[in-house]
């Protein structure tokens, strides 16, 4: 996968989807005879007990920051199925990205629900107040925030008590 490729190659733009592969193998080959392997059925990978979510980036050195579609698109996922995967233990954010030091999911995995609720709670306020527009991400900002009687924070803080960041993990290259 790495060297010369010709100009008209879709490794690149493929390179997600063989990421997502290379994990499921993984996590075949890790688990036990007869466990089940989801692919796309009930979002990226399922297995009996976890979700994921999982995401690539080619860069090593891209970071997982407050405003990234790939952990609000996520979390709007696990929103809008917390009914159907009420019975999965762990919603898992798997990702090539890295979490620096100073972003607001550094501490996110030992942090309780409530924790979690603020520190998306203040970037939200961050990105209301903002003079920037965030087109990309306002859409899973209302599913996450949006509220009403079929669906409160009670219900949110169910979704960010399972939600855990796995980050910096070996990227699609390493792995292949």
């Known amino acids: 996968m790495t060297g010369n490729n ?19 193998l ?19 990978l399922t ?6 979510e999982i ?9 997982l920051n407050d405003t990234h579609i790939d952990f609000w698109k996520s979390l709007s996922n696990w929103v ?9 233990s762990k919603f898992i954010l798997l990702t090539s990205a890295i979490v620096n030091d100073d972003s607001s999911f550094k501490n996110w995995n030992q ?18 107040n ?3 527009e965030y087109k990309t ?3 899973y900002l209302n599913r996450v925030f949006g509220f009403n009687d079929l669906y409160t924070k009670k219900d949110l803080l169910v979704v960010l008590e399972k939600l855990i960041i796995k980050h910096s993990f070996e990227n699609a290259e390493g792995l292949y």
């Open 55 to 63: 995401k690539h980036h080619a860069n090593p050195a891209y970071t």
């Open 47 to 52: 297995t009996e007990d976890y979700n994921y």
């Open 137 to 139: 991400i306002k859409p």
């Open 6 to 24: 010709p100009k008209n190659t879709a490794s690149l733009s493929q390179l997600g989807n063989l990421y997502q592969y290379l994990i499921a």
């Open 26 to 44: 993984k996590i075949c080959i890790e688990s036990a005879d007869g466990a089940i392997v989801n692919i796309e059925k009930f979002g990226d």
């Open 80 to 88: 809008n199925n917390r009914d159907l995967l009420s019975s999965h």
């Open 130 to 132: 903002s003079k920037h």
């Open 111 to 128: 942090s309780e629900p409530e924790e979690k609720f603020t520190v998306i709670s203040g970037i939200l306020e961050a990105i209301n």
